[in-house]
């Protein structure tokens, strides 16, 4: 079965840092992965997704992730955080065709 | 239009009462997402609907009972709930073309069993 695990749970950050936060995934055959976020508050919204092609996959508010298979691994980045990133950030693969799996989850709090 | 919308945003009921939660969206999915999210925790499936049929039940115990009443509905009756059942219930769609789609969540609606 599919399983996915984010080893960062908590993080804090000064604005402009950099951000990477780990994701790997179970390998399970063909790999749809996702990274949403979930700002205080609010619902969850798709960061960025990959399905196939270019492993690096670009998303809204300047966020980015890298699909490395070799490494079952799909790591989000953004290379100048700011305050209004401040959310829990979830890391999701498809196992199936509808079944969501997601990680545990990262809280991310940038301090001004 | 991307939204998913739910009503209502909070709920608080005995654990005798019956209540329902309502999800709609209007984007053409054809498959629609039940999922229980506990404070600081992910998302849990619980159902998964696809052209108005259940697919997927994750073994919920039946005082949960979904409903599709026509493509664009969802609906969750709940019946003699327990206080563990206080959560975020999320509703979400996706496209259902026999691919893997992202699925567009709605914001929720809280849960209080007293």
């Known amino acids: 079965a599919q399983s996915v695990s984010q080893h960062n749970h908590h993080v804090i950050l000064s604005e402009a840092a950099s951000l990477e936060l780990g994701c790997n995934y179970s390998?399970?055959?063909?790999?749809?992965l996702f990274w949403y976020v979930q700002y205080p508050g609010q619902h969850l919204q798709l960061l960025l997704k990959?399905?196939?092609?270019?492993?690096l996959v670009k998303g809204i508010k300047g966020f980015e992730a890298e699909f490395i298979k070799s490494k079952f691994s799909f790591n989000l980045r953004k290379p100048s955080v700011q305050w209004s990133d401040t959310a829990e950030y979830f890391c999701?693969?498809?196992?199936?065709?509808?079944?969501?799996?997601f990680g545990t989850g990262t809280r991310l709090k940038v301090l001004a | 239009d991307t939204e998913v919308t739910q009503t209502p945003k909070h709920l608080v009921m005995g654990m005798t009462n019956k209540k329902s939660l309502k999800c709609e969206q209007h984007?053409?999915?054809?498959?629609m997402y039940w999922y229980k999210q506990k404070a600081k925790k992910p998302p849990e499936l619980m159902f998964v609907?696809?052209?108005?049929?259940?697919?997927i039940n994750e073994s919920v115990p039946s005082r949960f009972s979904p409903e599709c009443p026509n493509s664009s509905l969802l609906n969750l009756h709940l019946h003699a709930l327990q206080p563990e059942d206080s959560a975020l219930y999320l509703c979400?769609?996706?496209?259902?073309?026999?691919?893997?789609?992202?699925?567009?969540f709605g914001p929720g609606t809280r849960l209080t069993v007293t």
């Open positions: 979400a769609s996706s496209q259902a073309t026999g691919k893997s789609y992202e699925q567009y």
């Open positions: 390998y399970g055959g063909t790999v749809n």
């Open positions: 990959y399905f196939s092609g270019d492993p």
């Open positions: 999701a693969v498809i196992s199936g065709t509808y079944k969501y799996i």
């Open positions: 984007m053409g999915h054809r498959a």
């Open positions: 609907y696809s052209y108005e049929k259940l697919s």
